[in-house]
């Protein structure tokens, strides 16, 4: 069914793809620039035409920012604002794809990878399940429905931020929380890329140190990516192109990053936070309208 609904919408945008746009490969190419004729190629595998190519590259560009300004957000950005240029099923396949490169950097630097493999051995085990699960529905979901989880996703995100809301683990019970995060993170995240609070209230409930906090969330973050990927693989959510797609938007989330870093040492953050935050809590309460159907 994913496979119907990606065959549908490339017919919808690019009547011509694939077989008369490769057939006519080489006049509709004629006179063209090599680099737009390649780059014109690649974006209709993908199944977006050169300008919303670009729009992708922007809202990457401006998620990198934002994680590099707060150290999170950056498949918030994209989730929240993707769905408004392209259909919200290739904002979330492509945002999961991205998500382990720009987490690699923070999980060289932290250090501690036993001390994070240790707090995190458990999610760890049940995140596939979990991802396999959450990947075999969204292959049957709506374009409505996933616009409503997603907008969902999004407004807990936000609201668990902007309140602070925490949880307490005790040791003896670490085990099973996380056998649970780690299955309710994976459903969510192939549902909708977007599972960090999940794995951040466990890492906060059981009291890990800053150091050991940073580590075990960046493994938690590729881990996570990884089975997501090869999920929607699996059930034919993401092909050649669209992995093609977001690699290239790998490159201006690190920009992003990079200039975010640079921003976030001349500036407050708490209160760019909280006004992202709203910003996106808005964002997801419309999303949930329009896949109810009010919108």
């Not at 979990?130 to 999004?154: H, N, R």
């Not at 056998?179 to 609070?197: E, P, R």
Request: proline share 4%.
């Amino acid at each position: 069914m994913g496979y119907e609904r990606r065959a549908g919408y490339r017919a919808r945008h690019n009547s011509s793809f694939p077989i008369a746009y490769i057939g006519c490969n080489g006049l509709q190419n004629f006179g063209k620039p090599k680099l737009l004729s390649q780059l014109e190629n690649m974006t209709a595998f993908a199944g977006i035409s050169v300008s919303l190519f670009v729009v992708v590259l922007a809202v990457f560009l401006l998620g990198g920012i934002v994680k590099g300004i707060l150290g999170f957000g950056l498949p918030l950005i994209t989730i929240g604002l993707l769905p408004f240029f392209i259909p919200v099923e290739l904002a979330i396949v492509i945002s999961a794809v991205v998500q382990p490169f720009t987490n690699v950097g923070q999980l060289i630097t932290s250090g501690n990878p036993r001390q994070a493999v240790a707090c995190t051995w458990p999610v760890i085990l049940t995140l596939g399940p979990g991802v396999a699960l959450g990947a075999w529905y969204l292959s049957g979901v709506s374009a409505d429905g996933l616009l409503l989880i997603a907008g969902c996703a999004v407004v807990a995100f936000s609201l668990t931020n902007l309140t602070g809301f925490t949880i307490s683990i005790s040791p003896r019970r670490s085990m099973v929380a996380g056998l649970a995060t780690g299955f309710v993170a994976g459903v969510i995240g192939a549902l909708t890329a977007i599972n960090g609070m999940i794995f951040i209230m466990y890492l906060v409930g059981l009291g890990v140190e800053r150091r050991v906090f940073r580590s075990s969330i960046a493994l938690l973050f590729i881990v996570s990516a990884l089975f997501i990927a090869s999920g929607y693989w699996a059930v034919g959510f993401l092909d050649m192109g669209r992995a093609m797609l977001a690699l290239a938007c790998v490159v201006p989330s690190f920009i992003g990053m990079w200039i975010g870093n640079a921003i976030g040492e001349r500036m407050p953050n708490e209160g760019f936070r909280k006004a992202v935050l709203i910003a996106l809590l808005i964002i997801g309460a419309g999303f949930v309208v329009r896949g109810i159907g009010f919108g």
